[in-house]
């Protein structure tokens, strides 16, 4: 069983930048493709981007190619988001999730922490 804690959520100004960090604790991250979501109030969860165990590839969702970066370190059994160019529309809850193959839909994904708030004024 693994347990995923994500923070570095906050409050940022249109065009901030922020980084979520999503730790692994119980076993190493290290085989598993992880996958950020998020979840605005009244919408349904949302893939943004995923990794896969090695680190060689990444996915990204539309709305945030380009501005977002998904990382990990395996040494750290952590994985990163860095946001860049924050709009008002990334405004939700981000959760990290690790799974066993390489998805997009929160369905394939068996571990997931609890979620940090991301608010981003305008």
Do not use: H
Request: hydrophobic content about 35%; proline content about 3%; glycine content about 12%.
């Amino acid at each position: 069983q693994v347990q995923l804690v994500e923070s570095g959520g906050g409050l940022v100004q249109a065009g901030g930048s922020l980084k979520l960090s999503c730790a692994a604790s119980g076993r190493t991250l290290s085989s598993n493709p992880v996958g950020w979501f998020r979840q605005a109030p009244g919408k349904d969860r949302e893939f943004v981007a995923a990794i896969s165990w090695s680190g060689s590839s990444t996915y990204y969702a539309g709305s945030v190619k380009g501005r977002f970066t998904i990382s990990r370190d395996n040494a750290k059994n952590t994985v990163y988001l860095q946001m860049n160019s924050l709009k008002p529309e990334d405004t939700a809850v981000y959760y990290c999730a690790a799974s066993y193959e390489f998805g997009v839909l929160p369905f394939e994904y068996d571990y997931w922490g609890q979620g940090t708030q991301v608010t981003v004024s305008s």
